[in-house]
């Protein structure tokens, strides 16, 4: 059973920035795509961001883009979120997933295996 542990959340201000990072055990790791989601409440999971098993290819929502950045480090078991210029809109719960897929970057809840509980991050004005 895979086990996924986000830390880093955290209250900051809009124009701020903050990095999550995500710990995993008990699979293999370096076979998994990796990805960011968030829920804000009352609102639906959303997708944020993947990254492909071997780090080579990746994904963002559009809404996203140009301000965060997914990493990951295989020896480590690590996936990280570079969050920069955070909006009061990026404030929500986010959660980190594994998926078994063979496609590189799978970007739908469905298709993720494995569920971390998600580390709260909200966005001040």
């Known amino acids: 059973q895979v086990q996924l542990v986000e830390s880093g959340g955290d209250l900051v201000q809009a124009g701020g920035f903050l990095r999550l990072s995500c710990a995993a055990s008990?699979?293999?790791?370096?076979?998994?795509?990796m990805a960011w989601f968030r829920q804000a409440p009352g609102k639906e999971r959303e997708f944020v961001s993947v990254i492909s098993w071997n780090g080579l290819r990746t994904t963002y929502t559009e809404s996203v883009k140009g301000r965060f950045t997914i990493s990951r480090d295989n020896n480590k078991n690590m996936v990280w979120l570079q969050m920069n210029s955070l909006k009061r809109e990026d404030t929500a719960a986010y959660l980190c997933a594994a998926s078994k897929t063979n496609y590189n970057t799978p970007t739908r809840d469905f298709e993720f295996d494995y569920w971390g509980q998600g580390t709260q991050v909200t966005v001040s004005s």
């Open positions: 008990g699979g293999t790791f370096s076979r998994y795509a």
